[in-house]
């Protein structure tokens, strides 16, 4: 007995071992990304009926330098559960085109747990997943554009560290649960008839003008739009025609296919689009000031931040090497008037003329997000690396 006993000991103290030394090994993540959600987020959870673990998405706002997290209630359907003010976003308005160009990307990306960083230099990162397919079909690339903390940019949306940590354990707690991604939709300014009014002259409209489609998709049903892409570009809610026997396959740069859109999103996005044509023309009617086309600073930040960080918003030229001498590259037009399927389902917002081309601000001595901007005497830190 006493034989059995040892033996048995020894084989637990074996079995035991690799366990312990299979922790010690491993990498440990760090505690600012396993922190818990403060009580008072708990509570604001349990007040408007969402679970802890159920998806989330995020809607960015450039120009009012905003970020929205919206959360899956008990009925399915998404309700914004807290807005942040953005600390630090760079560049302008307008999508991101190249590398080195500061710009903060618009469109839709798709998050994983693969672009969850939690060991970023910046404290907490989420990777927009930039480039995605659109930018991919237009030619558009840079690298390691992400929403992280300390309020720093160079083609980010910058926080604060006590926001990204909030941030980012909603979207951990909500890739936990049973959706694998959630969806991040960034925009230039909220897409209103009184912004678009305002920002009429801007080459980049029929871009945005794409963007409102989603956008409207989202407002008016509160569910995730599914985002596609063929002929270069977006494409919402798209299923196949009801005769098809084939699943929908959308060529990002291929010529988009017949399909269909459910009819009650159609019905509910066309009304809200007759309704913002109706105000955008009687704004314009009534002559309301064109916003500039570029503000000249380099990017933004919610001015709830302007006395906490002075020194974060400097002049564009003064980050550019080359001046004020910015290159011209062309716009990339949203739709055709061909008369295509997609276009006559999507008809293009108010009638605008085929878009000029697109001036963007560009860094030629920039090879990486990741590069500290050597030629600026003002940023004497490196930029965020993630």
């Known amino acids: 007995m006493a034989v059995r006993a040892f033996l ?26 396993t922190m818990e959600l403060s009580p008072e987020l708990l509570s604001l959870l349990r007040q408007k009926r969402m679970p ?20 899956q209630d008990v009925t399915g359907h998404f309700h914004m559960l807290k807005l942040y003010p953005i600390c630090r976003w760079s560049g302008d308005l307008g999508p991101k085109l190249h590398e080195g160009d500061r710009q903060a990307p618009e469109g839709f990306y798709t998050i994983t747990s693969a672009l969850m960083n939690p060991n970023s230099n910046y404290y907490l990162a989420i990777n927009t997943g930039f480039p995605n397919d659109f930018d991919k079909a237009n030619e558009r ?14 083609g980010c949306y910058a926080m604060t560290d006590e926001q990204m940590g909030e941030i980012y354990s909603l979207a951990r707690d909500s890739l936990v649960g049973t959706q694998p991604s959630f969806q991040i939709q960034a925009y230039p300014f909220r897409l209103t008839p ?3 009014a305002r920002h009429r002259s801007n080459p980049n409209m029929d871009f945005w003008k794409m963007l409102k489609i989603g956008n409207d998709h989202f407002e008016v049903t509160q569910l995730e739009p599914k985002v596609a892409v063929c002929d270069r570009r977006y ?21 988009c296919p017949d399909f269909v859109v459910d009819p009650k999103i159609t019905r509910l996005a066309s009304e809200k689009q007759h309704a913002d044509e109706v105000e955008y023309a009687e704004l314009v009617k009534q002559n309301l000031s064109v916003a500039p086309i570029y503000s000249g600073l380099d990017g933004g930040m919610n001015k709830v ?8 918003i400097i002049p564009l030229s003064m980050v550019l090497t080359n001046g004020l001498q910015l290159p011209q590259l062309p716009a990339v037009p949203w739709a055709d008037n061909k008369g295509s399927l997609p276009n006559r389902f999507f008809g293009a917002l108010f009638q605008s003329k085929p878009a000029s081309p697109r001036v963007a601000s560009t860094n030629s001595t920039t090879s990486s997000e990741r590069s500290a901007n050597s030629a600026t005497t003002t940023i004497t830190r490196p930029t965020p690396a993630d």
Not at 9 to 22: G, K, M, Y
């Open 194 to 196: 009184a912004n678009l």
């Open 305 to 312: 931040f302007l006395a906490r960080f002075p020194d974060r």
């Open 8 to 33: 048995l000991a020894a084989f637990f103290v074996s079995a035991l071992t690799p366990l312990q030394c299979r922790a010690e090994e491993s990498n440990q993540l760090p505690a600012k990304a």
């Open 52 to 71: 802890k673990y159920s998806p989330i998405l995020v809607r960015i706002f450039k120009e009012e330098s905003e970020l929205e997290v919206w959360k």
């Open 235 to 255: 494409v919402f809610d798209a299923y196949p025609p009801p005769n098809s026997s084939h699943p929908l396959v959308l060529d990002p740069t291929g010529k």
């Open 141 to 154: 690339d840079g690298t390691f554009l992400m929403i992280h903390g300390d309020c720093w940019s160079s």
